[in-house]
């Protein structure tokens, strides 16, 4: 019989805490939770653990500073890292989190080889590069939290203005998860209709920069953390797609070689998510303008990387 899928998540802080707990509800999956803090991934792994008997599933979380207890991992999460304060961008953790996510990439790595390596850390296009540069992983293997999260923030905004099911809204957000971000309206749709045919350029335009600036606005809110209920949702979604194989086109950050005309870089891209991880980077059809904002997009996410000069 196969054992249970194992996922370990990087960093037990809001959204790798928040992520485990989604994944353990599952019930098909069990989670080693790793954090540096001593103390603090076996306590909430043991709070979550104590949950099961009320919600009824036969998940194990276990929680570890020790890289040993994630070995043979099916998937591992990197969430390690620091978030933003007001005021800040994402780029301003760069160099902190080149470090961290540097060093965690190398243990998971090496404990699980065959794994799929899903990065949440910011600035993640260019902490994705970072990964597949550090695993050595073939890109498909290697991928990151974007627009996913991104087009989820966008939909909520349509819907509040369309009055529409939230479940009826597909959202299209390519590029740089951070201020190069491109939303495509074009193939944002409501039921099939798109959004062009819906609201007007301006009001598109207003919505689509409250989704760029989205992750801003709730760090202003919470003045001491960054969003993780969303992002662990999205997570979970793209790890899903992963664990059942379910091959589904989710807009997620991925190293390109050669699509879009891009290469050297890596962006938010529809890719098609299943066992093997990116089974395939889709290539629409793209516009002039669309080109254009994807090539500058890829440029923002290069100067991060030359930065980090690796
Ligand atoms: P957090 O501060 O709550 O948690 C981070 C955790 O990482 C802490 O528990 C810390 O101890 C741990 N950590 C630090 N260095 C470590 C190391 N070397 N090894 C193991 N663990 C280590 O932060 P958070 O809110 O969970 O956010 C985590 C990261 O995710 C941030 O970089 C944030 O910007 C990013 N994020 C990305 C997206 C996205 O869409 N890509 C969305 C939300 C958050």
């Given at each position: 019989m196969k054992e249970r899928t194992k996922v370990t998540i990087i960093g037990a802080g809001n959204v790798g805490a928040s992520t485990a707990q989604r994944m353990v509800e599952r019930g098909d999956v069990d989670v080693v939770l790793l954090d540096i803090v001593e103390g603090l991934p076996q306590g909430k792994a043991l709070d979550i653990q104590e949950s099961a008997n009320i919600l009824g599933f036969n998940s194990k979380i276990t929680g570890t500073n020790n890289y040993a207890d994630t070995a043979d991992s099916d998937l591992v999460i990197i969430t390690s890292g620091l978030a933003r304060k007001p005021?800040?961008?994402?780029?301003?953790l760069l160099i902190a989190n080149q470090k961290i996510v540097g060093e965690v990439v190398g243990n998971a790595a090496k404990q699980s080889p065959d794994s799929i390596i899903i990065v949440a850390t910011n600035p993640v296009d260019a902490m994705v590069y970072l990964a597949v540069n550090v695993s050595k992983f073939p890109r498909n293997r290697v991928l990151g939290l974007s627009g996913v999260l991104d087009g989820s923030r966008f939909a909520t905004f349509i819907v509040d203005e369309l009055k529409v099911s939230i479940q009826d809204v597909s959202p299209c957000v390519m590029g740089?998860?951070?201020?190069?971000m491109v939303i495509i309206p074009r193939l944002t749709t409501v039921k099939g209709v798109p959004l062009t045919q819906l609201l007007t350029t301006e009001r598109i335009k207003q919505l689509g920069e409250r989704a760029v600036n989205g992750g801003a606005e709730i760090v202003g809110l919470l003045k001491t953390g960054s969003a993780f209920y969303a992002p662990s949702a999205a997570i979970a979604q793209m790890a899903e797609s992963v664990i059942l194989d379910k091959q589904r086109i989710m807009y997620c950050s991925a190293r390109l070689d050669?699509?879009?005309?891009?290469?050297k870089v890596s962006l938010g891209m529809p890719v098609k998510l299943g066992v093997n991880g990116i089974e395939k980077v889709i290539e629409y059809n793209l516009t002039a303008d669309e080109k254009t904002a994807l090539a500058n997009s890829a440029k923002a996410v290069q100067e991060l990387i030359a930065v980090m000069k690796i």
């Open positions: 005021g800040m961008s994402r780029d301003d740089e998860h951070g201020k190069s050669g699509e879009y005309g891009l290469s």
